[in-house]
């Protein structure tokens, strides 16, 4: 980040409404983001809360340019922009890991690249936040991408799979009970092939983690090895380092092990944090219940009575809403514009619904 004073250019005249009212603007956003960054700060410890005060300092600087263009005009408030209000509201209300993905998508999304007012520091420095808050969001990520995606995963198939398999036999002509007996039948059969399926994946994963993790008795046998004339260099060979480094790592690591009564046998990351896949248990019941709850989405017209043209609407219309937030869900924390990425899930959705209920009409009709 720039820590030199971001100076305001001179106009050679005196700027119209409009302009003074995008500074206006501007300057809300930066208020709002420096707030927004010392209260995530309050909430962190260490190196954390330094960078986010940090930057929460370089937000202030930035306010500093617009109130020097602005004088007078300063004074008067305008509301932030609909990014920067969503950071604001959902990182109250979600915490962390939002405001992270939000700040993300905010800085990244910057106009400072297009705004002659805007000085060359300011915008490099908003390209810079965008790439440190990016750092930070992708350790709040971590913690959440084995059971959350689990839960996520599990609620979109259960949203669009029982949407379509509704719909598909509903369109054929039967009856409310055999619509609703094969919703509940899809719900259950599917939450439970989700569940086994998102346990054994995981189990899966760790096993092939556990089998590429050193052996840690092999520590012992160190100290015994013949410092000129071993194979240990091809135990680091085999873990991917040329020879020369290998060589020099084998002689590193058995003149510690002669030195010490605790010799360890270094291992190479394997690249894959095992506190990112979660646990078994955890992602087979996360995928349970929230395909679960998917599912039973299609189905609620369809408990409570209804029929027909009615129940297909407000079936969809639900299944709808849910796509919407999911999706967009999962653009927010990806720190993507989550507006795209929910009319995208929605979309997929309504599709394999419309495929199913075409094919069930098509039934409907040859049967008739």
């Not at 960078?51 to 930035?62: G, K, V």
């Not at 439970?192 to 899966?204: P, T």
Request: glycine fraction near 10%.
């Amino acid at each position: 980040m720039s820590n030199q004073q971001s100076s305001a250019p001179a106009p050679s005249e005196s700027p119209d409404r409009r302009t003074i009212r995008r500074w206006q603007r501007y300057l809300a956003n930066e208020r709002l983001e420096e707030r927004v960054y010392r209260d995530l700060a309050a909430r962190r410890t260490g190196e954390d809360r330094e960078i986010l005060l940090a930057l929460a300092t370089a937000e202030s600087r930035h306010q500093q340019h617009w109130i020097s263009l602005l004088g007078e005009h300063a004074e008067k408030k305008r509301t932030p922009d609909l990014v920067t209000l969503s950071l604001a509201f959902f990182g109250r209300l979600f915490g962390s890991v939002f405001i992270l993905a939000l700040a993300q998508q905010s800085e990244t999304s910057s106009p400072y690249q297009n705004e002659v007012a805007a000085s060359p520091e300011m915008a490099a420095d908003e390209r810079i936040h965008a790439e440190v808050v990016r750092a930070l969001a992708a350790r709040s990520r971590a913690r959440l991408s084995g059971n959350f995606r689990a839960a996520v995963f599990g609620a979109n198939d259960g949203l669009v799979s029982n949407l379509a398999l509704v719909l598909g036999v509903g369109a054929a002509g039967v009856s409310n009970t055999v619509i609703l007996l094969t919703g509940i039948s899809g719900l259950l059969a599917g939450a439970l092939s989700m569940g086994a399926g998102e346990y054994i994946s995981v189990r899966s994963q760790r096993e092939l983690l556990d089998a590429s993790t050193p052996d840690p008795e092999s520590r012992h046998a160190l100290a015994d090895l013949n410092i000129d004339a071993n194979e240990l260099a091809l135990v680091f060979r085999a873990r991917g380092m040329d020879p020369a480094e290998a060589e020099a790592q084998a002689h590193r690591t058995i003149a510690e092990a002669k030195s010490t009564q605790a010799p360890q046998l270094p291992s190479l990351d394997a690249g894959v944090d095992r506190d990112e896949l979660g646990t078994g248990i955890g992602a087979a019941i996360s995928s349970f219940c929230f395909f679960s709850s998917g599912a039973l989405i299609p189905i609620l017209p369809y408990i409570f009575g209804m029929s027909g043209l009615p129940a297909v609407f407000l079936s969809a219309g639900l299944v709808g809403i849910a796509l919407l937030f999911t999706g967009g869900t999962v653009g927010l924390l990806s720190g993507k514009a989550p507006g795209p990425r929910a009319l995208r899930q929605m979309a997929i959705g309504f599709g394999a619904a419309a495929v199913t209920y075409g094919l069930g009409l098509l039934f409907g009709i040859s049967t008739a």
